[in-house]
């Protein structure tokens, strides 16, 4: 049996998080394909008082993965960040955005999200 790919918690204690059976509630998949969408990297989880969890800010009011997630993880897991790294800068303050980039990919600010990416992996 494979195991769920999952990071070391780094979230801040604030961050919402929603286990796999919700994620795939709320998604209408069936949690294999949660599974799935971890191991391609459309989505990052962590393991958080011993449940592997997704930050609720991963998803959308539409209950569908924020649309420039999985090309910012795979820039920046191209650029050599593990994910830790990335789930550490998704959820640090960055007072020029205003607020976090992973909070700043739900609106009009998630293009500089993805410049900021790519600039840091290259």
Partial sequence: MS????ADDVLPADVETINLPAVSERLGIPVTRVHDLLR???LLAVRRA???VVPAT???DDDEVVRFLPGLVAVLRD???R??????????EDDSLPGRP?????GHRAR???RRAQAMAF
């Fill in 102 to 106: 992973a909070d700043a990919l739900h």
């Fill in 79 to 81: 650029g050599g960040y």
């Fill in 50 to 52: 011993g449940i592997v």
């Fill in 112 to 114: 500089e999200v993805m």
């Fill in 40 to 42: 391609d990297g459309t």
């Fill in 3 to 6: 195991t769920v790919p999952h």
């Fill in 83 to 92: 994910d830790e790294e990335i789930l550490r800068w998704l959820f640090a």
């Fill in 58 to 60: 991963f998803l959308d």
